[in-house]
């Protein structure tokens, strides 16, 4: 069967976007649409603000470590609070 935009080649009954090897069947149909689907989301920005954001998350664990280390070794106080009395009535 002739295909006008490639200049009329006959080409076999397969789909061109069946698979990678034409005249075979190697499946990867779901593969390419996947790829396809893929590229159109996924873009410089996004792909951008994900690291961003992931940046962002790896300071703000950092950091909590850091506090919980340093809250550690601060000194406790030794004496307790004493009990205040009830003044109420």
Known sequence: MPIP???????????????LAWATDSGKEPVITMAVVLACVINGDAITGLLRQAA???VAVIVLIVVQATASRLPQPRVKPGVVPDTSG
Not at 9 to 18: E, F, G, T
Request: proline share 11%.
């Open 5 to 19: 935009v490639l200049g009329g080649a006959p080409l076999p009954d397969n789909h061109l976007v069946r698979t």
């Open 56 to 58: 962002w998350l790896v």
